[in-house]
């Protein structure tokens, strides 16, 4: 079992930027990847960063070029620095841990959550 704790959160104005934090308390080695994700009010959850076995990154249209997602393993946590914050990227934001693993010749895809970390962005 992993357990995930966000942290980073909070207002700012357009144009500024935050670092949230994501701390495991189980290794980053079990689990494949590390994902970030938002939730905005009256929207669905949406896919914003994911750091992947080997150092891949990948990001949304949405945040590219602004949002940098990296991870320090000794630490067990990953990061999400945000700049250039725009007043759509206010939103809770949520760290995803996902393990992919198999049952016989099944692949199970496990998603572990955090509880959320609320960012605000308003001038």
């Known amino acids: 079992q992993v357990q995930l704790v966000e942290s980073g959160g909070g207002s700012v104005q357009p144009g500024g930027s935050l670092r949230l934090s994501c701390v495991a308390s189980?290794?980053?080695?079990?689990?494949?990847?590390m994902d970030w994700y938002r939730q905005a009010p009256g929207k669905q959850r949406e896919f914003v960063a994911e750091?992947?076995?080997?150092?891949?990154?990948s990001y949304a249209d949405s945040v590219k070029g602004r949002f940098a997602i990296s991870r320090d393993s000794a630490e067990n946590t990953v990061y999400l620095q945000m700049n250039s914050l725009k007043p759509e990227d206010t939103a809770v934001y949520y760290c995803?841990?996902?393990?992919?693993?198999?049952?016989?010749?099944?692949?199970?895809?496990?998603?572990?959550w955090g509880q959320g970390t609320q960012v605000t962005v308003s001038s």
């Open positions: 750091f992947s076995d080997g150092g891949r990154t």
């Open positions: 995803n841990g996902v393990r992919i693993s198999t049952v016989g010749s099944r692949i199970v895809r496990s998603d572990y």
């Open positions: 189980g290794s980053l080695f079990d689990l494949n990847a």
